[in-house]
């Protein structure tokens, strides 16, 4: 089961739940993301089913709030600035799915990102630790920023380490698009004007296709 809005409702009854709520809601409303809490113990095939399950109902805007360590206001932890992750159409239909592979293999440098049932990390397979995880990924991007990361997310890895993954890659993109962008306009990207983020954002994009490994 999960919550709503504080209502529980059965998996099974969640796509009908929506499909009622996105009959009755008002256009504007629609358009905003739907935010998922979810406890770090929680296996990524059930959340995976949540995500196919909106996606099925074409709400493919979610976004993640992950509360910090340290409870003082960070703007790199912040679903707004952070994590508006897009649950692309692949989760819903073979169209999309297609669409997306093709579209992966554009960049020059396409690699391979697994997690295991037990946690572990293999970057083109090789094993990679969790503390060493950041500075091997901001290599990577560095000098090949025309990069492509392939997630294939095990079912049975925990939402604590699929967060772990996601937010890594992020906190590694912000850094880089900070420094850059204080190297062009001498300021941090925060600061720039919308044409100019575009112009930085070309250059570190955050290009991370999730693929679930379905159980």
């Known amino acids: 089961c999960g919550t709503y809005n504080g209502e529980q409702i059965s998996f099974d009854s969640l796509k009908e739940y929506f499909r009622r709520w996105d009959q009755n809601t008002l256009e504007d409303t629609k358009s905003e993301p739907c935010i998922l809490y979810i406890h ?3 296996k990524m095939n059930y959340v995976n089913r949540i995500k196919k399950c909106l996606a099925e109902l074409q709400a493919y805007r979610i976004q993640y709030a992950v ?3 340290v409870r003082e206001y960070d703007d790199k932890y912040y679903t707004y600035l952070v994590f508006p992750l897009v649950t692309s159409r692949y989760f819903a239909e073979a169209e999309g799915w297609q669409k997306l592979q093709k579209t992966s293999n554009i960049p020059k440098h396409v690699h391979d990102l697994y ?3 037990t946690g572990e990390i293999f970057f083109n397979g090789t094993k990679v630790q969790f503390d060493d995880f950041k500075d091997f990924i901001l290599h990577k991007i560095l000098v090949m920023p025309d990069y492509c990361i392939k997630y294939h997310i095990h079912g049975n890895s925990t939402y604590a380490e699929y967060i772990f993954i996601v937010s890594t890659i992020m906190q590694v993109i912000h850094e880089l698009r900070n420094n850059y962008s204080f190297e062009v306009y001498q300021r941090i990207y925060e600061n720039l004007e919308w044409d100019e983020a575009k112009v930085i954002r070309e250059r570190f994009p955050y290009r991370v296709v999730e693929i679930p490994i379905e159980l």
């Open 40 to 42: 770090r113990d929680i």
């Open 67 to 69: 509360l910090p360590s």
């Open 115 to 117: 997690t295991t049932a």
